[in-house]
Every structure is written in structure tokens, then in C-alpha cells.
Nanobody
Framework: QVQLVESGGGLVQPGGSLRLSCAAS????????MGWYRQVPGSQRELVAS???????RYADSVKGRFTISRDSAQNTVYLQMNSLKPEDTAIYYC???????????????WGQGTQVTVSS
């Protein structure tokens, strides 16, 4: 039905940058919000950044001023530009989309498969 495919993770040195992408495809009527969570093994998944169809954005305090979320609504794609990366940013990053499959009020949250980001020298 609906797939979210992420790309852009990898290994980067402290202070470096990475850009994550997440493209949604399938039987999509509309997307209310898209964003990114991250998870370290043994810890809960935490919200990193989100953006709504009205272009409002939200960031975790730990990434404010370093990460920027953006969205291409025509392409159903969300991006996460990560600058000044720190070792504590190391995690698996998951994108999500709150997606409507028809004109009704119901939205479902779909997740990407996750992409590993490792910040290490």
C-alpha cells in the first residue's frame, strides 16, 4: 500500500554533516505530517524533528540549531539536514508519515525501515 524509503545514512566524523531523505509512495491521498525519530539500542525511540502540511516544524532540544527538516510535498519526500554532528547523534533514524488513504478523516502512521547514522572519529 504505502512505503517509506529512507536514504543518506552512514559514517561521519564529529563536526561533519549528513542529509537524510525519505520518500513516501503508494496509495496516498494526503500527508498530514512527516518527520524523523531516532533510536539507540536499549533506549526508547525519540522524536528528532517533524513538519506538518502547514509547514510548521518542531525539533528536539538536543538538535535545535544543528538539524533542519524540510519537505517537498509534490514529491512526498522529507529531508533532514544534519550539521555539526556529535557522537551522541549516533542512532538508527526512522522517518514517518501520517498518511490519509482517502478523503475521510482517518490517518495512519507509516514508518521507514531505518537508516544507521554513526558519528565517530
Amino acid at each position: 500500500q504505502v512505503q517509506l524509503v529512507e536514504s543518506g545514512g552512514g559514517l561521519v566524523q564529529p563536526g561533519g554533516s549528513l542529509r537524510l531523505s525519505c520518500a513516501a509512495s503508494g496509495s496516498i491521498f494526503s500527508i498530514a505530517a512527516m518527520g524523523w525519530y531516532r533510536q539507540v539500542p536499549g533506549s526508547q525511540r525519540e522524536l528528532v524533528a517533524s513538519t506538518t502540511s502547514g509547514d510548521s516544524t518542531r525539533y528536539a532540544d538536543s538538535v535545535k540549531g544543528r538539524f533542519t527538516i524540510s519537505r517537498d510535498s509534490a514529491q512526498n519526500t522529507v529531508y533532514l539536514q544534519m550539521n555539526s554532528l556529535k557522537p551522541e547523534d549516533t542512532a538508527i533514524y526512522y522517518c514517518y508519515g501520517d498518511i490519509a488513504l482517502d478523503a475521510g478523516p482517518t490517518r495512519f502512521r507509516y514508518w521507514g525501515q531505518g537508516t544507521q547514522v554513526t558519528v565517530s572519529s
